[in-house]
């Protein structure tokens, strides 16, 4: 939650800034702000509401500092409005912005983030949660420091006055030690010239190293438009930056030398590319992000998964007797798939957890116990303390995660990468599809380590190939969908209905509709129906059923009767050639022929695309629904 970026180096720091919060936007969007050191002061701005609120209060006619016309950068030119920003010198060349999702404190311009002292001297954003901040607010107002915000964040700013020797890395050293919970920060002292610092703990935080500049932010996607080199702090760490020299220390104050890594993502990747929306975008590209997940790791003559990232893991993983898959929101959804998966197909007992509940039940765990972190940011904080948790206990930890050299890709033992490519509307769609690829890939390796046969293992492996296309297919029918969304946009309660492999389906699909559109909807695993939920079922509250021809088709066709006896509308997912179903169903959508446990990655498309449709008939900000943010870095 939460965006942060700050900039020191050759070129002018504000329009770097902003076109960095832009692209972080989607991480927090309810406040943001800016602080940039310039000859005369620090010009600071921050507005209530999204980026371009920001961006106009920048170029209004008052801007708090006047100065000659700022040279924007050659790489935002023709992108961006050029005449973006009045009122900073040249040579402002060091800040930091912030993007943010309100934890302490209302969105408002006071609460919004930089956060500085009484002076007005250090400046700083931060992500994360000061757990202790109200004892040591107590501490500070005693001392006789001036709070003007209800946030965590400004305790950090007055305690750093307060220790301040003229040296802001020193007083930064003995600030951490005080702090409790997590922060990634991002802060500087307008007294110390060129000079920029970093540090985190529990929320991330990337230096990208370009030719004569750095850029500091919470995620890759506002450093890739510059540079592909980036270091990965780690908890505990501080960067201390100065144009293109920074030195790394480690909490107890040592140099650290550090390993530089390269993003493989690239820009486009990162941006609409004439798409209306991010999530239609990255709809649309499931056939290439499958293709992606699942490209050389596979041996189809030999019916097996070829994971060169649990190599490392490979003992453990063949004495494995029990699994807990541990994530949150969609990624959970994968992994409950992911379930049926591994106990049908490798006889390996499977729990599924929210991974915030995870803590707090006591688990039997050991070191025959493996756990899957299952996460597209790999920054969820619930996640993430749940790998800590499992591995505390002695059990082996992997991941399933996206973004590359993300926290949980860097605290689990060994893991694989989904490879979906940046995700950035907050309702998440590829990064499902490629969980579940990946899911099905584990549960060939763990299968054919144990009771799979070659023939199942090549079954498996060659209908996994051929998804791409037959994902191709069900995207074919987008206009239907739109045309179905068309008929039901004003309804405002929806069942979402699923059994076996396609129950976590019926979840997520009622997990997108609401999220975007803000209907309410409800998923069912649909054995459930008759124990309460059709009670609500009528001619207003339609049910989306998603039942392709597989072994529990019966049972979804004999309470699809129930439904219709009822007056219940049925908008219907099924397999392609299945006529039976016109006589239940009102709307009939068709997904090609794969095997019943691969069927979850045809069925999510269709709900994708009618929650998509949904929420745009309704008027909706798709990419950024309101109260929600990307990565959830808080508990
Ligand atoms: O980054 P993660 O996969 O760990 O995120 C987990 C959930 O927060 C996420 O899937 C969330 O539920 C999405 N907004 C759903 O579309």
């Known amino acids: 939650m939460c965006g942060i970026v700050g900039y020191i180096g050759k070129n002018q720091a504000l329009p770097i800034l902003l076109d960095g919060l832009k692209r972080l936007e989607y991480r927090g969007y309810d406040s943001s702000g800016v602080a940039v050191k310039t000859a005369d002061g620090v010009f600071s701005v921050k507005a209530v509401g999204r980026i371009v609120e920001l961006e106009k209060k920048i170029n209004s006619p008052n801007p708090s500092l006047e100065g000659g016309q700022i040279n924007l950068d050659s790489r935002l030119r023709g992108n961006d409005k050029g005449n973006l920003l009045k009122g900073v010198n040249a040579g402002a060349n060091t800040g930091i912005a912030h993007t943010r999702w309100a934890t302490h404190g ?4 006071a609460n919004a983030h930089p956060q500085t002292d009484c002076q007005g001297k250090i400046w700083l954003a931060h992500n994360g949660i000061i757990e202790n901040y109200q004892e040591l607010k107590i501490r500070l107002i005693a001392k006789g420091h001036k709070f003007t915000s209800q946030t965590d964040t400004e305790v950090i700013a007055h305690l750093l006055e307060d220790l301040y020797d003229g040296d802001l890395s020193r007083a930064l050293i003995k600030v951490l030690k005080i702090l409790k919970g997590a922060y990634g920060l991002a802060l500087f002292h307008s007294d110390e010239p060129n000079k920029l610092f970093a540090a985190k703990f529990g929320s991330p935080l990337v230096l990208g190293l370009a030719d004569g500049e750095i850029i500091v ?4 996607s506002a450093i890739i438009r510059y540079t592909k080199q980036v270091i990965y702090l780690k908890d505990g760490e501080i960067a201390e930056i100065s144009g293109q020299d920074f030195k790394i220390f480690d909490a107890d104050n040592k140099q650290v030398n550090k390993n530089i890594d390269q993003i493989e993502w690239d820009s486009e990747a990162a941006e609409k590319g004439g ?24 041996v189809a003559e030999a019916g097996r998964a070829k994971l060169g990232g649990l190599e490392s893991a490979a003992e453990r993983i063949r004495g494995i007797k029990k699994i807990i898959i541990a994530s949150c929101g969609t990624a959970r959804l994968a992994g409950l798939v992911g379930k049926y998966m591994i106990e049908e197909y490798a006889g390996i007992p499977c729990e599924v957890d929210y991974a915030h509940e995870f803590r707090y039940r006591k688990a039997i765990l050991d070191g025959e116990t493996a756990l899957i972190a299952v996460s597209q940011s790999g920054e969820t904080a619930d996640t993430l303390a749940a790998v800590r948790e499992a591995k505390e206990k002695g059990c082996l930890t992997l991941g399933i995660v996206n973004v590359v050299g993300s926290s ?14 940046p995700e950035i509307a907050v309702a998440s769609t590829k990064a499902f599809t490629s969980q579940v690829a990946i899911l099905c890939l584990l549960t060939v390796m763990f299968g054919r380590q144990r009771q799979m046969s070659l023939a199942t293992g090549q079954r498996i492996i060659s209908e996994l190939a051929s998804l791409p296309d037959k994902i191709k297919q069900v995207l074919a029918l987008n206009d239907e969908l739109k045309r179905i969304a068309e008929k039901y946009y004003q309804f405002k309660n929806f069942a979402f209905l699923g059994r076996k492999y396609n129950h976590p389906v019926a979840f997520e ?17 649909a054995g459930e129906l008759k124990h309460g939920p059709i009670a609500m079922i009528d001619e207003n509250f339609p049910s989306f059923y998603i039942a392709p021809v597989d072994s529990v088709y019966e049972k ?18 099924t397999t392609a050639g299945d006529e039976k179903i016109k006589e239940v169903a009102d709307e009939v959508i068709y997904i090609p022929k794969t095997l019943e446990m691969l069927t979850p990655i045809l069925t999510a498309v269709p709900s994708q695309l009618f929650a998509y449709h949904m929420a745009m008939l309704n008027g909706r900000d798709v990419d950024k629904p309101r109260n929600l943010a990307k990565s959830v870095t808080v508990e």
């Open 408 to 421: 949980i890709a860097r605290a689990t033992e060994a893991g694989v990468y989904s490879h979906s490519g």
């Open 509 to 525: 699909g009622a997990l997108k509709l609401k999220e975007i559109s803000y209907i309410h909807a409800e998923g069912f695993a």
């Open 556 to 573: 979804n066709y004999s309470n699809m009767q129930e439904i219709k006896a009822r007056g219940g509308k049925i908008i219907a997912i």
């Open 217 to 220: 932010a919470s995620d890759v």
């Open 275 to 298: 798409w209306p929306h991010f999530m239609l975008k990255e709809i649309f590209e499931q056939p290439k992000s499958i293709a992606n997940s699942i490209r050389g790791r596979y």
């Open 106 to 109: 209302a969105p408002t311009e």
